[in-house]
Every structure is written in C-alpha cells, then in structure tokens.
C-alpha cells in the first residue's frame, strides 16, 4: 500500500489499493510525489489543499518500474525498471519529456540514485554491477560504465557519498 498524508502522526490524504515502487517526493516543497503503482508507468500526485490529485502520468518503460529518484536542483526524474533501461525525465512548459538512457546490462534494473551534483546517477541491477551514468554533451546522450566487482548479488540500494565520487551500494 502506499501513503500519502501529513506524517508522523497526522491524517492519511490517500491511500492507494495496490502495492507502489519508490515514491520520490518533489525536493523542492514535497508538494508532489513521484511513484509507480506497480507497472510500467510513474504518477504524479501533487498536493491540492487536503487531496493528493494525479497530475502527470509518465509512461515509457516496457516493464514493471522498480525505482525512481527526483533531483532537487534540476528537477529531473530518473527511473529505471525492468525493462533493462533508465529514463531521464525533463518537464518544460509543464509536460514531462523522456531520454532514454541505455544501460547496457542483461538482467533488470533494479535502483537508481542520482548523485549530490546531479551530473549522473548510478543504477543498480540483477546483473550483479551498477551503472553510472552521465551526460555527454557532444553526442547529446546519457552514457553508462560499469562497476562490476566485487559484487556477487543483485543490487538492491545506492547511496552516494557527499564528495559526489564515493558510491555505497547495498546487495
């Protein structure tokens, strides 16, 4: 189930009747939040006085969404899902663009984390390494590299260091 309401202690605004992926509130003022309920596509609720209404459905994976991260400074949305890929999403003039970010990896994604810069992010896999990924200007694309060893099980959280080079991951 998934929860959207005025924590701790105060009232649940909505409630949803399915199991939801990585709710990822607005940085900014926490009056929306980012969260996929459990398919392929990621929902916006924003905040209006006590509702929480649907304002924006993003829809481009081809699998289940497993994790989604909202930038504070750039309010971008990252996700990635099972599909074996990420998305980058950009709003300008209110509606939310994809790029698709191709993370080269065999099994789903299963984590995504942007760094304190903001200038890439990592994803974790089932393919045992995690991807980092960052924009390259003069092919105007997102590019991965991989991290592979020494991890021996599926990575299942992400977390980057201040310093915005040292990267934790969880397996």
């Known amino acids: 189930m998934c929860y959207c309401g005025e924590f701790p202690g105060g009232p649940v605004v909505r409630t ?3 199991y939801c992926q990585g709710p990822a509130f607005s940085p900014w003022d926490r009056t929306q ?3 996929s309920p459990s ?8 905040k209006n006085g006590g509702q929480w209404v649907k304002a924006h459905e993003l829809k481009e994976h081809n ?6 991260d909202w930038a504070p400074e750039s309010d971008r949305i990252v996700t990635c899902g099972a599909d074996r890929n990420a998305y980058v999403w950009s709003q300008k ?24 810069l903001e200038n890439k992010f990592a994803v974790g896999s089932g393919a045992r390494l995690i991807s980092v990924c ?12 991989h991290i592979k ?5 599926m990575v299942l959280s992400l977390d980057w260091h201040p310093n ?6 969880g397996s």
């Not at 699998?63 to 989604?68: D, S, V």
């Not at 060893?149 to 099980?153: G, W």
């Open 39 to 46: 398919n392929h596509e990621v929902h916006i609720y924003k």
């Open 33 to 35: 939040i980012a969260l």
């Open 149 to 153: 060893k020494p991890i021996h099980s």
């Open 134 to 145: 960052y924009f390259e200007s003069e092919n105007d694309w997102w590019v991965s590299k």
């Open 164 to 169: 915005n080079v040292l990267l934790a991951a």
């Open 93 to 116: 003039d209110g509606v939310w663009k994809p790029t698709l970010v191709i993370l080269r990896i065999n099994r789903a994604a299963t984590f995504v984390k942007w760094s304190p």
């Open 63 to 68: 699998g289940h969404i497993t994790g989604i």
């Open 16 to 18: 949803l009747d399915s």
